[in-house]
């Protein structure tokens, strides 16, 4: 062949590995993002649940801590919220595990601990209130009080972090951002 064919032949070629790498990058990159704005929805999901599952506990929380139910009325509604509590916090590791960040349902799990802990107190409570001792019966009052704050304050710090991954969600700048 003559120099005039291999010229243009070997431009071509470095043209055509340019563009497949270019192709490449861009498929690369858009099934991360996608991958990631997946993750964050689902950790949203998961913030937006917990944060409903823990207004309506906080209802029946308040109204055992004003007195306007017995300690064995709220029993059933603790007991179904640790289990949800319970099923949330693994989502959200799971959620977790799947990233390449590590850091999307990170904060999220360590508030529904928060809220989980904040649970055990008011069940503690609870069952103090319930022994009918004096003495523990202030007590009891204390602990679902306290639980009760806890309870507030994680709703509170997780609706705050689902707000945020919802952002980063419907954000591809923000991803982008982070990703590069």
């Known amino acids: 062949m003559s120099v005039g064919v291999m010229v243009p032949l070997i431009i071509f070629f470095a043209m055509g590995v340019a563009v497949a790498y270019v192709l490449w990058r861009v498929m690369v990159v858009g099934g991360e993002l996608r991958r990631s704005a997946q993750r964050e929805r689902a950790a949203a999901d998961i913030a937006h649940r917990a944060v409903t599952s823990l ?19 709220g029993a059933s509604s603790l007991r179904a919220s640790t289990e949800a509590l319970r099923r949330y916090a693994q989502e959200a590791q799971a959620v977790d595990q799947k990233g390449t960040e590590g850091e999307l349902g990170t904060g999220l799990v360590a508030e529904i601990e928060r809220a989980q802990r904040a649970v ?17 019966v202030g007590e009891g009052e204390t602990s679902i009080k306290r639980g009760y704050l806890n309870l507030v304050h994680a709703r509170e710090a997780i609706r705050a972090r689902g707000e945020q991954l919802a952002r980063e969600a419907g954000s591809d700048t923000g991803r982008l951002a982070r990703r590069h």
Not at 55 to 63: A, G, I, Q, T, Y
Not at 120 to 136: F, N, P, S, Y
């Open 55 to 73: 207004s309506e506990l906080c209802e029946v929380v308040d109204d055992l801590r004003r007195r306007k139910s017995g300690p064995e009325s």
């Open 120 to 136: 055990a107190l008011v069940e503690h409570g609870r069952q103090l209130m319930l022994d009918m001792t004096i003495d523990r």
